[in-house]
């Protein structure tokens, strides 16, 4: 049922964390059509109430907001800037939302097109990992016209427990989102290391899990990253270490542009790409740990 708020939705692209998305939009009672460039994966959503839109020109088609949860920065211009993109189907007065992690060069490229076209485009980078995705709970940074932002609200409350607005251009969330992800990646490593650590001296992983998550890091980043090092759930994915890799060479591209230097950015970018050629990209990020007890004659 349509709240008095409801939305007229396209949104492109289903992977994990925009299907999650996707099934709160829909259950928060906004009209929504479907878009992916892998034919098969909106099956759920159309029993749902979805519509399937054969076309990113038809997901566009009469939608107030049209949003695209794409993986990386080629794929955001492709769906964005090709002949049949989001940029030459968005309807008068609708805004582009990007909820993806991209480098602060594509949204400066994207907004750059957009207003060329006296179109709207906003970024609001998401978060979390897919559950609180599918559960309501990511963590939302928006940043563009305050019109846009404003229009995109009934969205980001049934998607995020709360919204971070972080300025009137785009690249501002991305900085921010960047930023976080920057920090985060720091200190799944800094636990890898605790752990490598401990166990050196015999200690069992567990208890250093304890002291760690039940002193001064009761954070959910420790809680949920250092529990997946403890049991060495890798397969149980949430974010991928190839992922965490393609967002950790943004975060250095930024850096390098800003002319900021992470020395810390560094190290964790090498311990993933370790990750990676050691066959673990498809596994979650925090087995960078398992790189860490190889480094440390652990393993």
């Known amino acids: ?25 829909l259950g928060g009672g906004h009209d929504l059509a479907v878009y992916n460039r892998t034919p098969g994966k909106d099956t759920d959503l159309i029993k749902e109430g979805a519509l399937s839109a054969p076309s990113i020109a038809a997901a566009c088609e ?10 990386d920065d080629a794929a955001l211009r492709e769906v964005t800037l090709s002949a049949g993109g989001v940029r030459k189907s968005l309807a008068n007065g609708a805004v582009h939302l990007t909820m993806g992690t ?14 060329e076209s006296n179109q709207t485009f906003a970024a609001a980078p998401v978060l979390g990992r897919p559950d609180l995705a599918a559960n ?18 009934p ?7 709360r919204t971070f607005l972080a300025g009137d251009r785009p690249e501002h969330a ?3 989102k960047l930023a976080n992800n920057f920090v985060l990646g720091c200190a799944i490593q800094a636990m890898a290391e605790g752990f490598s650590l401990v166990r050196k001296y015999g200690v069992a992983p567990q208890v250093f899990y304890e002291v760690m998550t039940e002193s001064l890091f009761a954070a959910p980043a420790y809680k949920v990253y250092g529990k997946i090092m403890v049991d060495e759930a890798y397969d149980k994915v949430g974010f991928t270490t190839l ?12 850096a390098e542009q800003a002319r900021v230097p992470l020395p810390s950015g560094n190290a964790f970018r090498d311990r993933l790409l370790s990750a ?9 990020w925090a087995v960078v740990a398992r790189e860490q007890s190889r480094a440390s004659g652990l393993e």
């Open 243 to 254: 992922l965490g890799l393609k967002d950790f060479n943004l975060i250095m591209a930024a």
């Open 136 to 153: 309501g709970q990511l963590g939302i940074v928006a940043a563009g016209p305050r019109q846009a932002l404003q229009k995109c609200e």
């Open 62 to 71: 009469g939608r107030e907001v049209v949003i695209t949860m794409v993986t």
């Open 174 to 176: 991305m900085a921010a």
């Open 276 to 284: 990676v050629a050691h066959g673990d990209g498809e596994k979650d």
């Open 102 to 115: 991209h480098s602060i060069a594509c949204i400066q490229q994207i907004a750059a097109a957009h207003a």
């Open 1 to 25: 049922m349509k709240n008095a708020h409801a939305l007229n939705v396209g949104l492109i692209g289903l992977g994990r964390m925009g299907r999650g998305m996707a099934g709160r939009i």
């Open 155 to 161: 969205l980001f409350q049934v998607m995020g427990r």
